[in-house]
């Protein structure tokens, strides 16, 4: 099983960018998958990006694309997901998630393994 730890979020203002980070351990990296998935108050959990095992395939909700990188450097067992041009809708708390699997699903049943999120808050 692989463990999973978020972090970079914060308090920014709209218009500003932040790096999220997801730091694996516990097993081989580069044969997981992971996902990007966001919640905001009274919503369901959502797909932001997911990417596989190497990093040749990716996948952006609408939502994000245009505004949202994901990469990953399985020298570091760390998928990053930068964002950029940050709207209050965007506040959340983001989770990352990783599977045995060599895809970019969008859907959280698809991973396993589950991180304890990092909260975002843009203000306006």
């Known amino acids: 099983q692989v463990q999973l730890v978020e972090s970079g979020g914060g308090v920014v203002q709209a218009g500003a960018s932040l790096r999220l980070s997801c730091t694996a351990s516990g097993g081989i990296f580069n044969s997981y998958a992971v996902g990007w998935f966001r919640q905001a108050p009274g919503k369901e959990r959502s797909f932001v990006a997911a990417i596989n095992w190497n990093g040749d395939r990716t996948n952006t909700a609408d939502s994000a694309k245009g505004r949202y990188i994901i990469s990953r450097d399985n020298t570091k067992n760390t998928v990053y997901l930068r964002m950029n041009s940050l709207k209050p809708e965007d506040t959340a708390v983001y989770y990352c998630?990783?599977?045995?699997?060599?895809?970019?699903?969008?859907?959280?049943?698809?991973?396993?393994?589950w991180g304890q999120g990092t909260e975002v808050t843009v203000s306006s």
């Open positions: 998630a990783a599977d045995n699997v060599d895809r970019a699903d969008g859907s959280p049943f698809s991973y396993n393994y």
